[in-house]
């Protein structure tokens, strides 16, 4: 799931020649279907991106349980109200984010604990779990941080001009919430650990794709 807003746009801007008008709604359309990221024979290029897990909880939290855009998940947020300190206004404190973030990690412990992967939304399924089916066709590992270098040297001379484009593009999948405090405001000790308690293989895949990155300057075998 990580990155998957960032490739198509940029699918649509090899397609196209131009961003797409409304990268928001970019989810409606098929544009994976570009022939930059087709099926079939990938001569080793395939990938897997991968992100931070802190990084992707708070997107969660933010973009699809705090957010109001089409693709938000407001179910979430009616749940989570149910429950004794769950704040929602339009403009919150670090402290009010952080015991929101609490309950909601609360939510998919119970979610992730109790069923099996396959069942999971892949909006909070462990990375972990689609790197084990990714290393069965030789997927490779990118970050989502480093994307703007590493997919330009993974893909090679295949999509010319691919940096250019991906700087084209501009933001990664983050939120641009306007009441978003600082992350290092939001997550202290307690929060990160509770994350990593849930995500700590992910945090350990992560880091390991981006120190072969480092080490080697091309994209590990997951």
């Not at 349980?65 to 300190?85: C, N, S, T, Y």
């Not at 909070?124 to 590493?150: I, M, S, Y």
């Not at 090679?156 to 290092?184: E, F, K």
């Amino acid at each position: 799931k990580s990155g998957c807003t960032l490739l198509r746009n940029l699918a649509y801007l090899i397609d196209h020649g131009r961003p797409h008008p409304d990268p928001l709604a970019i989810q409606a359309d098929a544009c994976l279907h570009s022939a930059a990221f087709s099926a079939g024979r990938h001569d080793g290029r395939a990938f897997m991106m991968l992100r931070d897990p802190v990084a992707r909880f708070l997107s969660l939290y933010f973009d699809k349980v705090m957010g109001d855009g089409p693709h938000a998940f407001p179910w979430i947020a009616e749940r989570l109200a149910q429950r004794p300190g769950f704040a929602q206004a339009a403009e919150l404190s670090a402290a009010q984010h952080r015991a929101n973030c609490h309950l909601l990690l609360g939510f998919l412990e119970r979610r992730v604990g109790t069923r099996p992967a396959g069942q999971v939304n892949p909006h909070w399924r462990p990375q972990v779990a689609f790197a084990a089916r990714a290393r069965r066709f030789g997927l490779r590992g990118l970050t989502l941080e480093g994307v703007a270098t590493q997919l330009p040297a993974h893909l090679g001379d295949a999509v010319p001009g691919l940096a250019a484009m991906l700087a084209r593009l501009g933001r990664l999948n983050t939120s641009t919430r306007p009441d978003r405090p600082p992350d290092h405001l939001l997550v202290d000790a307690r929060l990160e650990g509770r994350i990593l308690a849930l995500y700590g293989a992910d945090r350990s895949l992560h880091r390991h794709v981006t120190a072969e990155w480092a080490a080697e300057g091309r994209a590990p075998l997951l």
